[in-house]
């Protein structure tokens, strides 16, 4: 991967790193409701750093199936605080706003945010352009619809090339409005507009997506493709996130998204270690 600026760090090499998730909801499939306070979701932060994630995304809307939209204001009192409060206590680590409204993502960035995490991949009104003006880097994540009704466009002939090809539509849309294609990483969205099967096909593909020659972030963790598999709820879905993880590590991604560092950051090791022994 060429190199790529998040805030002060510069990423680059293989990886895999490691994005930990802080959800500052209610409502997020796994642990909505534990970091709504903003003392408990900049403690989680810092803890998520100190197990060995090499940035975190907040989130102040779930972006689960079924999900109603937050207002923009109410998303901002919810994220907002957190990147303060972390930059107060002199957190240096790249923040990432997990968000697909543009005030929203001005008031993070603004707040110390480095990295915009769109599920919806820029497609806002505004939002692209917002990304280019303040010389950020975003995730261009693939989703159909909205959270609410992403479900409901699952109709897929080839999933993965499918993916692919809208991938690439969003990323030109993103240059068009000025964001550089050397600031853009590509997410194929896990559970977002996908079954179970189509979610595993994508994983299966993603040397596919790879070829778009863009690095790739997977957020596999506890999604519900596990639970599809092997029955386990969220809150059991560790070893079936640690396989996707690994799979994917396998596969060249470069950034992982995920809930459980600690475990995380030691199969994404071996992983990388068996990958690399491959390498001529």
Known sequence: MEPLRIGARVFEGAGPFLMGVVNATPDSFSDGGRYLDPDAAAARAEQ???EGADLVDLGGESARPGAAEVPAAEEIRRVVPVLERLRARGVAAPLS???RKPEVARAALRAGADLVNDVQ???APGMAELV???GVPAVLMHMRGTPADMQSRTGYGDVVGEVARELEAAMARAVRAG???GRIVLDPGIGFA???EQSLALLAGLPRLRALGRPVLVGPSRKSFIGAVSGASPAD???GSLAALAACVLAGVEFL???DVGPARQAARVAAAIRDQRRP
Do not use: F, I, N, S
Request: net charge neutral; charged share 25%; proline share 8%.
């Open 48 to 50: 998520l750093l100190a």
């Open 97 to 99: 706003v997990d968000t």
């Open 121 to 123: 991949g820029l497609a």
């Open 132 to 134: 280019a003006e303040a």
């Open 179 to 181: 964001v550089p294609e």
């Open 194 to 196: 996908k079954t179970a």
């Open 237 to 239: 879905r560790l070893p």
């Open 257 to 259: 998204r995920v809930h």
